[in-house]
């Protein structure tokens, strides 16, 4: 089995910044797009960010300009840099990747942005 385990939410105040990661752990033979989605209390998992294993990302439009999606190879990790967060930023966050060409999900983790 493989699994995806995420940490680096919590409660934060409004403008203020949080660094979420992923890391991908089990029998890893490929390790290809990985990204980060979110839902927030009573709505729709939302897309957020996707990067390729060669480095090419994409954002949600309201998340551009704000949030920053890398990855470190050698460690199997995904990262969502979240700065200027907002009150509406608020959502259980979940990364998922496709590993061993099959999509996986993380179990999720939760960030609070207070105004």
């Known amino acids: 089995q493989v699994q995806l385990l995420e940490s680096g939410g919590g409660l934060l105040q409004a403008g203020g910044s949080l660094r979420l990661s992923c890391a991908a752990s089990?029998?890893?033979?490929?390790?290809?797009?990985m990204g980060w989605y979110r839902q927030a209390p009573g709505k729709q998992r939302e897309f957020v960010a996707v990067i390729t294993s060669g480095g090419s990302t994409n954002y949600a439009d309201s998340v551009k300009g704000r949030f920053t999606i890398s990855r470190d190879n050698a460690k199997n990790t995904v990262y969502l840099q979240m700065n200027s967060l907002k009150p509406e930023d608020t959502a259980v966050y979940y990364c998922n990747a496709v590993i061993n060409r099959l999509l996986s999900w993380g179990q999720g983790t939760q960030v609070t942005v207070s105004s």
């Open positions: 089990g029998n890893i033979f490929s390790l290809n797009d």
